[in-house]
């Protein structure tokens, strides 16, 4: 075969199975509702659903290093996708809670290693100058999928119920694992480097730990003044100083965390990471504002969003393009200070904003995003040479779960913070007026936060630079 046909394929056969696996993240979402009636399940409960999910993802990211450089791409792949297809046959089949649950959190183990194979992968097949525009079109699939989500999942549940939500993956998922036993070839080579089982320990309980606290703490009314809460994070936080001293005396190390001691992949994760907060974090409150003060229903909230979600995830191809033709700063450094811009607005956000400004200012966010995200990650990868490639993008995608519970977390815990002091303020009785009022103070307080840490992108964006990939050979990946 020729080598361009074969990477057409290769990235044909990634997408298909990564757009299920991703799209079933948001898929559920929206049926929480339905599975808490079905299974007579309290709220906290069904949520294990979502967070569960995400923190198992989180757990195993680390470990996705490791694997890596122990299988070929084939073996990975279709590994990856039939523990993917096998939990979601046993959820489609779930008899009760703990059987969904279980289906559910083996959907995740495929769904948190597939996304480090694909880009380790891609890292491995193209050369640096056309990688915005490929992981642009990758990209085009991973916000595609969870922008589409719940709108598709709403459609579903209402017409066939939520066991559909599963059995719809199933021909799909089955497809991509036959596509690739057919077409898939095998990219780099493998290493096999020792297995360190106390950095393995670190890692599950640091990750794991960070994941869940910061999700309990945004879903708790507590919050962070919950001792339970902050007793587990304490606990993650030294697991993680311990785990991050483990890899710099190791010889093979779990998860090399000297890839931070390169400069553009240092300032470009701590960009993605950032804005990662802040779109995880919009994607809570602005619905959460919608419903309140602005008075609309869950539905119309979702499709007043809509727009911006679909924006972003079919900009990304076109954001890599012009990645490839103009490098980061042309689109990092205007898409922070739009970012910087909306975070303004949004400060000052009232009940009396007109509607098309609202949705307006929400496109502007998510255009924003998608010039930062993928310019900032791809140019940060870019410096890595090849043998810390599988270390890269481990880190890269760990960072993304626990950037977005440590958003959403800190979002809410801070706009739940505003709106008790506004409460706390008043004299008169709690009318549902004072309550709006009470919740436009509390997104205030909270954007005021993601101004501070947008002005932060910006500045640190004034010091990206083009990264050159240091031994990359743009030569066909050896067969095996």
Do not use: C
């Not at 960009?271 to 609309?296: C, D, K, N, T």
């Not at 191809?317 to 103009?326: E, N, R």
């Amino acid at each position: 075969m020729e080598p361009q046909l074969n990477r057409k394929i290769i990235l044909v056969t990634f997408m298909i199975g990564a757009f299920f696996a991703v799209l079933n993240e948001t898929l559920l979402n929206i049926a929480l509702t339905e599975l808490m009636e079905v299974f007579q399940l309290e709220a906290p409960t069904v949520q294990w659903m979502a967070t569960g999910f995400m923190l198992v993802m989180g757990v195993l990211m680390p470990i996705s290093a490791l694997l890596i450089q122990w299988f070929t791409t084939r073996q990975m792949f279709i590994g990856v996708m039939t523990t993917f297809l096998t939990g979601t046959i046993i959820a489609a089949a779930a008899i009760n809670f703990p059987m969904l649950l279980t289906g559910r959190m083996i959907q995740a183990v495929g769904t948190g290693l597939l996304i480090p194979v694909i880009m380790n992968a891609m890292l491995l097949l193209y050369p640096p100058e056309v990688r915005g525009k490929i992981m642009g079109t990758f990209g085009l699939v991973i916000m595609f999928a969870p922008a589409i989500g719940p709108t598709l999942s709403g459609v579903i549940v209402d017409l066939l119920g939520w066991r559909w939500l599963f059995i719809t993956v199933i021909p799909f998922a089955t497809f991509s694992i036959v596509f690739a036993w057919k077409y898939l070839q095998n990219v780099g080579e493998i290493t096999r480097p020792r297995a360190d089982v106390l950095s393995i320990v670190l890692s599950s309980i640091g990750i794991g730990g960070i994941v869940y606290g910061f999700s309990s703490a945004g879903e708790s009314g507590e919050g962070f003044s919950s001792l339970h809460i902050m007793l587990i994070i304490g606990i993650s936080l030294i697991s993680m100083i311990w785990f991050v001293f483990r890899q710099l005396k190791l010889e093979e190390p779990l998860l090399d965390v000297r890839v931070f001691t390169y400069k553009s992949y240092a300032r470009g994760i701590t960009i993605f990471v950032i804005v990662i907060m802040a779109m995880f974090a919009s994607e809570i409150v602005m619905p959460m504002y919608l419903q309140g003060p602005l008075g609309y229903s869950a539905k119309m909230a979702g499709l007043l969003l809509l727009p911006g979600a679909l924006l972003n995830g079919l900009m990304s191809p076109v954001m890599g393009s012009l990645f490839d033709k103009f490098g980061p700063r042309k689109l990092i450094i205007p898409g922070s200070l739009v970012l910087v811009a909306v975070m303004i607005f949004f400060s000052n956000l009232s009940p009396s904003v007109p509607i098309w400004l609202f949705v307006f200012a929400y496109i502007a966010l998510m255009l924003s995003v998608s010039a930062i995200l993928m310019p900032s990650q791809t140019n940060a990868l870019n410096e890595l040479p090849k043998h810390l490639y599988p270390h890269g993008t481990a880190i890269a995608n760990t960072l993304q779960p626990i950037g977005g519970a440590l958003g959403v977390s800190v979002f809410v815990s801070i706009m739940t913070q505003g709106q008790n002091s506004y409460l706390f303020s008043q004299s008169g009785p709690a009318t549902e007026e004072v309550a709006n009022q009470a919740m436009t103070a509390g997104v205030h307080h909270a954007y005021w936060f993601a101004l501070a840490l947008s002005i932060g992108v910006f500045v640190t964006s004034l010091f990206i630079k083009k990264a050159i990939a240091p031994d990359f050979h743009a030569e066909e990946p050896a067969e095996s």
